[in-house]
Nanobody
Framework: QVQLVESGGGLVQPGGSLRLSCVAS????????MGWYRQAPGKQRELVAT???????NYADSVKGRFTISRDNAKNTVYLQMNSLKPEDTAVYYC?????????WGQGTQVTVSS
């Protein structure tokens, strides 16, 4: 069982920045693939960015060049640095871990981009 706890969400003006963190329980964090997803009201949950255990990263086209995913295996933490935020980035952001068929989700953190 892996527990994921996200933090770092909040209200930010357009053009601003936020950094989300997701701390995972367990002692084998380094072998999990990790990802950030988001869900806006009335929309399906969508991929934002993923980082594999080998460090390979992937981004949704809508966030390329603005968001950066990273991980610190010593701290069991994955980060999402979000810059140049837009109102359309408003959503609940979820952390996901996966290893084979084992998938775990965090409870989500709200990001609101508004003036």
């Amino acid at each position: 069982q892996v527990q994921l706890v996200e933090s770092g969400g909040g209200l930010v003006q357009p053009g601003g920045s936020l950094r989300l963190s997701c701390v995972a329980s367990g002692r084998i964090f380094s072998i999990y693939d990790m990802g950030w997803y988001r869900q806006a009201p009335g929309k399906q949950r969508e991929l934002v960015a993923t980082i594999r255990s080998d460090g390979w990263v992937n981004y949704a086209d809508s966030v390329k060049g603005r968001f950066t995913i990273s991980r610190d295996n010593a701290k069991n933490t994955v980060y999402l640095q979000m810059n140049s935020l837009k109102p359309e980035d408003t959503a609940v952001y979820y952390c996901k871990s996966s290893l084979g068929g084992q998938i775990y989700w965090g409870q989500g953190t709200q990001v609101t981009v508004s003036s």
